[in-house]
C-alpha cells in the first residue's frame, strides 16, 4: 500500500510541488495550509510521514512538530521540516522539538524523494 | 489586452519546447557527443515539467519528470544517448503532446509502456560511455573496505529515524555485512521498547569516498556515536586475533595468551571474558568479508590483468598500420620479382624469407582490425521487439556465431543491409500468429541471424520460418515491370535476384518500408561494395533464407593476376573458379556464339580483349578464365594467366568512382598499376551480352 505523506505549508505552489513531487514517486499525499490544519489532519488519519514548513500562519512548523510528539500515534512517526540555510537555529530548535530530518529549501524535487525515501522507504 | 488564461500561456510554450525537443533528439541520434544538443533538449524537458506543474498539468508533469530524469543521466555522462534512448523520447514526446492537448488522458496505458522501455534503457545501459581518457578525478576510486561502527541515541527511534533503513542505505554502497550487537541491550524488566539499545558493526567495501557514508547518517549524525575506518584488506591481517586486536575489543596480550594454548581463539577470548560474544560474532563476519573482498579482488585483478593484456587503440591507427602493411607487401613483392630476376640464389632465399613474413605480418594485421560480430547482432533485438510490437507479431530472434569476427568496418556498414533484410523478413515474410496456426505452425515465427567462416569469407545468413517467396508472383511482376523477358526459366536463385532490381518492388512493399529509403537495391550495392555477394533461396510455406557471403577485410585479397593485350588485371581469387586453355577451334567455334563450351558445359562469356579494346596482337593461346557472381558463371577471356597475387586494395579516384567494370586498383612488384575486375558487373555484362545475342540471333 502506498505510504501516506502529510505535506504541511501555507504556500499553495510549494504545496503543489510537493504533492505532485510525492505523488510522482508513488506516495499518497494529504496537505494541510497550516500547523493547526496539520496536527488535525495529522489526529484524523495517522500518516507514515509528515513533510512541514517552519514559518507559516496560525500555528507554526516548531509547535506542529511538538504537538505531533505528543500524541502516542506519533511517536516514531518521522517528521521532515523545510528550512533555508540561513536559519541554523530555527533547525537546532526544530531538531530539539522532535524532527526526524529537514530539507534546505530551494530543493530540486530529486532532493525531496531522496530524503522521503531516506526516512522512508520507497 | 486581456491577459491570457495561463494554462493556454503554458499550451504555447510547451509547443515550442516540444519543437525544440524533437530537434534535438533527432540531430542528437547524428551527433550524440554534442552537449549543446543534450543540454537543450534536457532544458526542454524539465522547463515542461516544471511550468506543467504550475499550471495543474499534473499528468504531463509527472510522465515529463520520468524522461527528463533519464536525459539528466545523460547531461552527466551515466547513460549514453543510444537510437533506443531517442527512439523512447520520441515516443514520450509525442505522449507529451497528447497529455497537454487532453490533459484529462485517462488512460495512462501508453504513457506507463513508454515509461517501462525508458527504464529498460536507463537501468541498463547498454553502451556506457568510456571516457576517451579519464581523468583521476573521473576514475572510479578503487574499492575501499571501512570498518563503520555506530550506536544511534536512545530516542532516535522515536523521533521517527528508523535504523533498518540507515542499513538499507548503507547497502546500497556496496558490498554490506551487518552485525548488530545486542550487548547494550537491558534486562527485560528495565528495558524501555521506544528506544534504541542496539549498536552495530558494518563492514563496507564500496568505492564511494567516506563522506556517502556520512551522508547516510546525516539526520541523526550529531547525536550518535559514529566510527568509520578504512580497512587494510591488502595485508593478511585476516586472523581473528589481529582483526580483534585492530577493532580495539582485546588487547594483544590477552590473543597471544589466548593463542598459546591453541584452541579456537574467539571462544577462548569470551570464556576468559575478554570478549563478548558479539563482539566476536562480528569480529569474525569482518574476518568473513574481507576474505571474500579479497578473492573478489583476486579475480578481479586477474581479470584486470586480462585487460592489461588487451589495449585500446585508435581505429586510424589500425587502419594506418593495414596502409603501411599494404606497402610492404607491394615492395616485397617487387624484392621477389627482382630477386627472381637477378638469378642470385642469397638473395632469393632472403626475399622468400621476407615474402613468408610479410604474409604472416599481413594475416596478424587483418586479425587485429577483427571484431566478433555479436556487436552487430545485439543490436537487432530491439528492432525485432519493436517490429513484432508494431506488426502484432510473435518473434524470436535466434543468434548463431556471434564470435565469428569480421573486419570491423565491414561490420559496421553491415548494420544498414541488415537491418532492411530483417525489416523485410519480419514484414512480409512471417506471417501473423492465426496466419501460422492455420498454416500448422507454432505461432510465434523465427528470425534466426547467423555467422560462420568459410574460407576467407564469412557467410552470414538471416532466416525467417514464414511463408517463403512467391516465385510465380515475383516472375509475373517481373515480367509485368519488364525486368525479365516472358517465359525467360530461370533457377530460383537467378529470379530472386530480381529482387534486387531498383525498379522492383509491390506496392505493398513501398508503403510498408516508405521512407526508410533503403531498397533491396540499396542492400545488394552495400553489400557489394564490401565485395560481398547476397543469395536469396527460399521454400514456399516453409521460409526464406538471405545468404551473405563477405569478405574476411577489405584491404588486401588474394588475388589472379591476368594480361590482356599490354594491360594487367587483378581478378579477385575468391570468384575465380578455374582457368581453361581456349584451342584455337573452339575459339573459332565460338565466334559469333554467346556461349562457350567448356567440358560439356555452356558458359556464357566475355572477351576481355574487345571489352577493353586492346590493340596489341593476341597470344596464340587465349586462356578463358571462369568466375562467378551468386549462381551466375561467366568465362572471361584473356591473352595470359599470370599467376597468384597477393593485391592491395588501392581505391579509385573520385572522377573514376562512376567507373563500373573496376572495383579498385593495385601496384604491382614493378610499380605498374593494375585494375581490379569488378566481377559482379562483368558477369551482369555477359548475361546482357548473351541475351544480346539470342535475341539478334
Known amino acids: 500500500m502506498a505510504k501516506t505523506i502529510l505535506s504541511v505549508d501555507d504556500s499553495a505552489s510549494v504545496r503543489q510541488m510537493v504533492k505532485l513531487t510525492l505523488s510522482g514517486a508513488g506516495y499518497t499525499v494529504v496537505q494541510a495550509g497550516d500547523g493547526a490544519e496539520g496536527l488535525a489532519k495529522a489526529r484524523d488519519t495517522t500518516v507514515d510521514l509528515v513533510v512541514t514548513d517552519l514559518n507559516m500562519p496560525v500555528m507554526n512548523g516548531l509547535n506542529l512538530i511538538r504537538e505531533l510528539r505528543k500524541l502516542p500515534s506519533y511517536k516514531g512517526v518521522p517528521i521532515i521540516f523545510l528550512t533555508t540555510e540561513s536559519d541554523a537555529a530555527m533547525k537546532q530548535e526544530a531538531k530539539v522539538a522532535g524532527a526526524t530530518g529537514w530539507i534546505t529549501k530551494p530543493f530540486q524535487q530529486e532532493q525531496l524523494v531522496a530524503v522521503v525515501r531516506k526516512v522512508i522507504g520507497a | 489586452m486581456t491577459a491570457l488564461d495561463p494554462a493556454e500561456t503554458y499550451r504555447q510554450e510547451a509547443q515550442e519546447l516540444l519543437e525544440q525537443l524533437e530537434q534535438a533528439l533527432l540531430d542528437l541520434e547524428h551527433a550524440p557527443d554534442d552537449t549543446d544538443l543534450i543540454d537543450s533538449a534536457f532544458r526542454a524537458l524539465h522547463t515542461i515539467k516544471g511550468s506543467g506543474a504550475m499550471f495543474g498539468f499534473d499528468a504531463v508533469a509527472a510522465f515529463t519528470h520520468h524522461v527528463e530524469t533519464a536525459f539528466d543521466l545523460v547531461r552527466k555522462g551515466k547513460i549514453a544517448p543510444s537510437r533506443e534512448l531517442i527512439a523512447v523520447a520520441l515516443a514520450a514526446k509525442d505522449r507529451m503532446r497528447l497529455l497537454i492537448e487532453q490533459p484529462d488522458t485517462v488512460d495512462t496505458t501508453p504513457g506507463d509502456a513508454i515509461l517501462r522501455d525508458l527504464e529498460a534503457i536507463v537501468a541498463a545501459p547498454e553502451a556506457p560511455i568510456v571516457p576517451e581518457a579519464p581523468s583521476s578525478a573521473q576514475a572510479k576510486p578503487s574499492a575501499t573496505t571501512w570498518r563503520v561502527r555506530f550506536s544511534l541515541a536512545k530516542d532516535a527511534m522515536a523521533m521517527g529515524t528508523n535504523p533498518l533503513l540507515l542499513l538499507d542505505e548503507l547497502r546500497t554502497l556496496g558490498v554490506a555485512t551487518i552485525v548488530a550487537r545486542t550487548d547494550g541491550v537491558p534486562p527485560l524488566e528495565v528495558m524501555m521498547p521506544t528506544d534504541c539499545h542496539l549498536a552495530w558493526d558494518v563492514v563496507l567495501t564500496t568505492g564511494q ?212 533484410l530483417i525489416r523485410n523478413a519480419i514484414d512480409h515474410g512471417l506471417e501473423t500468429p492465426e496466419g501460422r496456426e492455420a498454416a500448422g505452425k507454432s505461432p510465434r515465427g523465427r528470425i534466426t541471424l547467423s555467422a560462420r567462416h568459410a574460407g576467407a569469407e564469412v557467410l552470414v545468413s538471416i532466416v525467417d520460418d514464414g511463408r517463403g517467396l512467391d516465385r510465380n508472383r515475383i516472375q509475373a511482376r517481373a515480367e509485368e515491370q519488364g525486368l525479365l523477358a516472358p517465359g525467360v526459366k530461370l533457377s530460383d536463385g537467378e529470379l530472386f535476384q530480381v529482387l534486387f532490381q531498383p525498379g522492383f518492388s509491390t506496392a505493398r512493399e513501398v508503403t510498408s518500408l516508405s521512407g526508410r529509403g533503403v531498397g533491396m537495391d540499396v542492400v545488394k550495392r552495400t553489400i557489394e561494395g564490401l565485395r560481398g555477394k547476397i543469395d536469396i533461396a527460399s521454400t514456399p510455406g516453409s521460409g526464406t533464407e538471405m545468404a551473405l557471403r563477405l569478405p574476411l577485410t577489405l584491404a588486401i585479397i588474394d588475388g589472379l593476376l591476368v594480361r590482356v593485350g599490354t594491360g594487367r588485371y587483378v581478378l579477385p581469387l575468391s570468384a575465380v573458379e578455374e582457368c581453361v586453355e581456349l584451342s584455337v577451334e573452339e575459339d573459332a567455334r565460338s565466334r559469333g556464339r554467346s556461349f562457350l563450351n567448356i567440358r560439356d558445359d555452356l558458359v556464357p562469356f566475355l572477351r576481355l580483349r574487345e571489352l577493353f579494346q586492346a590493340s596489341a596482337p593476341a597470344d596464340r593461346y587465349q586462356k578463358v578464365v571462369i568466375v562467378s557472381s551468386g549462381d551466375l558463371r561467366v568465362g572471361l577471356v584473356v591473352d595470359q594467366v599470370i599467376g597468384n597475387h597477393q593485391t592491395v586494395i588501392k581505391s579509385l579516384s573520385k572522377l573514376h568512382s562512376g567507373v563500373e567494370t573496376f572495383s579498385g586498383a593495385t601496384i604491382l612488384g614493378d610499380g605498374a598499376v593494375a585494375l581490379i575486375l569488378d566481377i559482379a558487373h562483368l558477369v551482369e555484362l555477359g548475361m546482357a551480352h548473351e541475351s544480346r545475342l539470342k535475341a539478334a540471333g
Open chain 2, 209 to 420: 569516498p567516506r563522506s556517502a557514508i556520512e551522508d547516510v547518517f546525516m539526520f541523526v549524525i550529531d547525536d550518535m556515536e559514529l566510527s568509520i575506518d578504512p580497512i587494510d584488506t591488502t595485508s593478511d591481517a585476516t586472523r581473528i586475533g589481529e582483526i580483534l586486536v585492530d577493532r580495539g575489543d582485546v588487547r594483544q596480550e590477552a590473543v597471544d595468551a589466548a593463542i598459546s594454548s591453541q584452541v579456537a581463539l574467539g571462544t577462548l577470548l569470551v570464556k576468559s571474558g575478554h570478549l563478548t560474544e558479539d563482539k566476536l560474532a562480528a569480529g569474525l563476519a569482518e574476518q568473513q568479508h574481507i576474505r571474500v573482498e579479497a578473492s573478489a579482488a583476486k579475480g578481479a585483478a586477474k581479470a584486470a590483468g586480462q585487460g592489461a593484456d588487451s589495449i585500446r587503440v585508435p581505429a586510424e591507427r589500425l587502419d594506418e598500420l593495414m596502409e603501411r602493411v599494404g606497402e610492404l607487401v607491394i615492395a616485397q613483392s617487387r624484392l621477389t620479382q627482382v630477386a627472381a630476376a637477378s638469378g642470385d640464389m642469397d638473395v632469393k632465399s632472403i626475399a622468400e624469407e621476407i615474402e613468408r613474413l610479410a604474409l604472416a605480418l599481413r594475416d596478424t594485421t587483418m586479425g587485429v582490425r577483427t571484431v566478433p560480430i555479436g556487436s552487430l547482432f545485439g543490436r537487432f533485438r530491439r528492432l525485432v521487439h519493436d517490429l513484432a510490437h508494431e506488426l502484432g507479431k510473435q518473434i524470436e530472434l535466434v543468434t548463431i556465431g556471434e564470435e565469428t569476427e569480421l573486419d570491423k568496418t565491414v561490420i559496421e556498414r553491415l548494420n544498414d543491409p541488415l537491418i532492411h
